[in-house]
């Protein structure tokens, strides 16, 4: 069975500063995606990134980008800048291709403190 | 288009008792998904309509619990004799295609 483990219960940055947040997983597929959805008090997840694991170039989405090691099976989260609406839980998320797309595998999430 | 929205916002009930939750997905969006988010962890997928028809159910969605989507549209999630078990947040999302899932704010159910 599919894993994802976030180890870092909780993290905290500096505005303006840059922090990273770890995710690993554990699948036997060759073919999968993988994400990572923050969400804020409002409890409404909301999509920061999407990589392909058959591509081996890293996303990026404007101040988020990835670090994805495929054979390592890591896949952490990078925010540069940070800003204090970057507070939040963020999840790392494992989806198997083929399967329906919320049919998501999610950590169990890190907690984003950003101090002014 | 004001996007997932889902109702209640908040339910307390007691033990033994049905509780019924809505979700009305974005309008043009034939997909929809509903979770599971226990306190401390991350939503855990529980089943998934295309259109009116269920196409997927997770273990986790015993007999006790039941979705229907019966126009295609919005869609409820049932759970009966309601457990303590079953407290939790039930968030719901919806999609078109391959696109991204948009979700809603969830229901906090508190079984007492």
């Known amino acids: 069975a599919q894993t994802v483990t976030q180890s870092q219960p909780e993290m905290s940055v500096q505005e303006a500063e840059t922090v990273t947040l770890s995710c690993t997983y554990d699948t036997s597929e060759s073919d999968y995606y993988l994400f990572w959805y923050k969400q804020p008090p409002s409890r409404q997840m909301i999509l920061v990134i999407r990589?392909?694991?058959?591509?081996?170039q890293n996303a990026t989405e404007n101040r988020f980008s990835v670090n994805f090691q495929k054979a390592a099976k890591s896949f952490s989260l990078k925010i540069s800048d940070s800003q204090l609406g970057d507070a939040a839980m963020y999840f790392c998320a494992y989806r198997r291709a083929g399967g329906s797309q919320g049919n998501l595998i999610f950590g169990k999430g890190t907690k984003l403190s950003v101090k002014p | 288009d004001t996007g997932v929205s889902q109702d209640p916002r908040h339910k307390i009930t007691k033990r033994g008792q049905n509780v019924t939750f809505r979700c009305d997905p974005i309008s043009e969006h034939n997909r929809l998904y509903w979770y599971r988010q226990t306190l401390g962890q991350g939503p855990e997928f529980l089943t998934y309509f295309q259109n009116e028809a269920q196409l997927e159910k997770s273990r986790l969605l015993s007999d006790r619990f039941s979705a229907e989507r019966p126009k295609g549209s919005f869609s409820t999630l049932e759970i009966q004799r309601t457990e303590q078990g079953d407290s939790a947040m039930y968030l719901c999302a919806s999609n078109k295609g391959s696109e991204k899932l948009f979700f809603g704010s969830g229901t906090q159910l508190s079984v007492l």
């Open positions: 990589q392909e694991a058959y591509k081996q």
